[in-house]
């Protein structure tokens, strides 16, 4: 059997670390990797290298190369005295790419589940709560997954946040979706939030 050199082994164990990508398309990537110049292979590998000093927004807690990233500077969106809260960094990127909401975010880093050990303590919720009194927010729009934990996190925000306009974003039926292929929750969550024409 051949052995492959342990550079290109090395490679292929690290692209099978990222999510979804199996041993055979690591060693597919690293492949295709070999064929690049030089100048391109050092430019990859110094742009990973410098994942390690990404730092984070002091505001939202998206990444950011300044103290405050641009949406937390921006004072237009201080002033719709709005936070959208999310999970996680994607969540957030993904509202923010709708162009549909004007206010600022607070990403949680999580939602709780006490069977993995992940209390109030271990999310971003008093830092949640000190914004919301800094910035005089009038509302604050729950967009967390539908899920238990994600209703228990709801509810544990809502009980902290008191006197503070509290809601929470639709869930239900996809555009271009069909009933007769929605699940009962779906169909639930989507009756729970109708409203009227």
Sequence with gaps: ???LPE????????FAKL???????????????????????????????ELQ??????????????????????DDRKENGVICVVENISDLLAIE???????????????????????????????????VEELNTKTVILAVNPSVEGDATCSFIKQTLKG??????????PMGGSLEYLDSLTISKALENRKQL
């Design 1 to 3: 059997m051949v052995k």
């Design 7 to 14: 550079s290109l082994q090395e490679v292929v164990k690290s």
């Design 19 to 49: 999510p979804g990508v199996g041993e055979k398309t690591a060693f597919r990537q690293a492949m295709s990797m070999i064929q690049w110049e030089a100048e391109d292979l050092d430019l990859f590998a110094k742009s990973v290298s």
């Design 53 to 74: 000093n990404i730092g984070f927004c002091k505001g939202c807690g998206v990444f950011s190369d300044d103290e405050f990233c641009s949406v937390c500077s921006s």
């Design 97 to 131: 790419k709708s162009n549909q909401f004007g206010g600022l975010y607070h990403i949680l880093g999580g939602v709780l589940n006490p069977l993995l050990g992940v209390g109030p303590e271990q999310l971003r919720l008093s830092e949640l709560a000190q914004r």
């Design 164 to 173: 503070i306009n509290v809601e929470r974003i639709g869930f239900g039926i």
